[in-house]
T-cell receptor
Framework: KAGVTQTPRYLIKTRGQQVTLSCSPI?????VSWYQQTPGQGLQFLFE???????NKGNFPGRFSGRQFSNSRSEMNVSTLELGDSALYLC?????????????FGPGTRLTVL | AQSVTQLGSHVSVSEGALVLLRCNYS??????LFWYVQYPNQGLQLLLK??????LVKGINGFEAEFKKSETSFHLTKPSAHMSDAAEYFC????????????FGSGTRLSIRP
């Protein structure tokens, strides 16, 4: 099976712009989660989608949003970018996102905000 | 609330030596625990997972971890380090309140000396 894919791999934006990141989960996986990784804060959970519905959300401002399509592909959007949004954004998928299900990660999108 | 603590942000061992990466968890319920590895400029790869079936869990690349309830620990070991093991390692727990959310430790960077 193909793994989790994320596009683009690298992105450079300026403050105030918005950005959309894309994630394709492993075939058959219906749960997609997003994480932000920074040197200072480590890995932080953004949100999770299951069957096109946001099922769980982390402690991030409303500028961070996402959606999931009927084929389980997911997009994440960040509006009004700030310098602090520079990070590696990781997408992970699991079959159903149930307790004990490991998550399988994509290579990430490196976002740099100038 | 669950959490994991990784002791030592950086561990350095000689090639061929024992690798021991420490992780302690905090959970009021039986936890689901994971170890992930991240190579430079890549996403996270699942090494192994504990889901209460057995206390000694074998993973990929020769790694294993032992769940010790009395010590609330889930340390990762490998008998003989290879240069290719140099990476960042993350201990993680599945959040009880939100099964799809994984809570990560701060990570341990493993360096291998020739």
């Amino acid at each position: 099976k193909a793994g989790v894919t994320q596009t683009p791999r690298y992105l450079i934006k300026t403050r105030g712009q918005q950005v959309t990141l894309s994630c394709s989960p492993i075939s058959g996986h219906r749960s997609v989660s997003w994480y932000q990784q920074t040197p200072g804060q480590g890995l932080q959970f953004l949100f999770e989608y299951f069957s096109e519905t946001q099922r769980n959300k982390g402690n991030f401002p409303g500028r961070f949003s996402g959606r999931q399509f009927s084929n389980s592909r997911s997009e994440m959007n960040v509006s009004t970018l700030e310098l602090g949004d520079s990070a590696l954004y990781l997408c992970a998928s699991s079959p159903a996102g149930t307790q004990g299900d490991p998550q399988y990660f994509g290579p990430g999108t490196r976002l740099t905000v100038l | 609330a669950q959490s994991v603590t990784q002791l030592g942000s950086h561990v350095s061992v000689s090639e061929g030596a024992l690798v021991l990466l420490r992780c302690n968890y905090s959970s009021s319920v039986p936890p689901y625990l994971f170890w992930y590895v991240q190579y430079p400029n890549q996403g996270l790869q699942l090494l192994l997972k504990y889901t209460s079936a057995a206390t000694l869990v074998k993973g990929i690349n020769g790694f294993e971890a032992e769940f010790k309830k009395s010590e609330t620990s889930f340390h990762l070991t490998k008998p003989s380090a290879h240069m290719s093991d140099a990476a960042e390692y993350f201990c993680a727990v599945s959040a009880y309140s939100s099964a799809s959310k994984i809570i990560f430790g701060s990570g341990t960077r493993l360096s291998i000396r020739p």
